[in-house]
């Protein structure tokens, strides 16, 4: 059973535009959201995260987005650039358990 | 301060062989993850250690796959009598309490079963 859902599965966004991905949980006990970024051949990186205690988090051109009662939770990347082409992980934790969305490989073109 | 070290960084075997995948945690952290990643795909959860306890290990297939974090040295992953369809990237990721904390992976292990 897939805990996490994330689309879109794949995006292209030109250079200094709005990169949007979205996530979606079941499972209500979850409290700590993670993203993470992922180049090719290397291991995932956190980015940014979030716990429901709070609707926006912003570092930077990163920003998450969070609604509790959708159980919902987004990642905005802001004036996307070529550099911020890669694969983006969205989780979501609880004590003992992590589970990651199926992933979105951005494309930024220049 | 070295992060999460994996290795080796790239592992081939023949089928019917063991694959040992190591796994250093970055210092401080007691909590280790296993998970693996086919091509093109997420993160597969595995197996979740503390020092000498496995956690939860419902993500790992119950023959042939096995984990340890010991007391002394690194945790190790451990894969027998390989085949083809193990082959794959393996991350570790750890972290300094629970999983509801930061977690920080390492470059993974790729494992080509020949």
């Known amino acids: 059973q897939q805990q996490v859902k994330q689309s879109p599965q794949s995006l292209i966004v030109q250079k200094g535009g709005i990169s949007i991905i979205n996530c979606a949980y079941e499972?209500?006990?979850?409290?700590?959201f993670p993203w993470y970024q992922q180049f090719p051949g290397k291991g995932p990186a956190l980015l940014i995260a979030i716990r429901p205690d709070v609707s926006e988090k912003k570092e930077g051109r990163f920003t998450i987005s969070f609604n509790k009662s959708a159980k919902q939770f987004s990642l905005h990347i802001m004036d996307s650039q070529p550099g911020d082409s890669a694969t983006y992980f969205c989780?979501?934790?609880?004590?003992?358990?992590?589970?990651f969305g199926a992933g979105t490989r951005l494309t930024v073109k220049p | 301060n070295a992060g999460v070290m994996q290795n080796p960084r790239h592992l081939v075997r023949r089928r019917g062989q063991e694959a040992r995948l190591r796994c250093s945690p970055m210092?401080?952290?007691?909590?280790v993850y296993w998970y693996r990643q086919l091509p093109e795909e997420g993160l597969k959860f595995m197996v979740y250690l503390q020092k000498e306890n496995i956690i939860d290990e419902s993500g790992m297939p119950k023959e042939r796959f096995s984990a340890e974090f010991p007391k002394e040295g690194p945790s190790i992953l451990r894969i027998q009598q390989v085949v083809r369809g193990d082959s794959a990237a393996y991350f570790c990721?750890?972290?300094?309490?629970?999983?509801?904390?930061?977690?920080?992976f390492g470059q993974g292990t790729r494992l080509t079963v020949v």
């Open positions: 499972n209500t006990a979850f409290d700590y």
């Open positions: 990721a750890s972290s300094r309490d629970s999983l509801n904390t930061e977690a920080f």
């Open positions: 989780a979501a934790s609880m004590l003992n358990d992590m589970r």
């Open positions: 210092k401080g952290h007691s909590h």
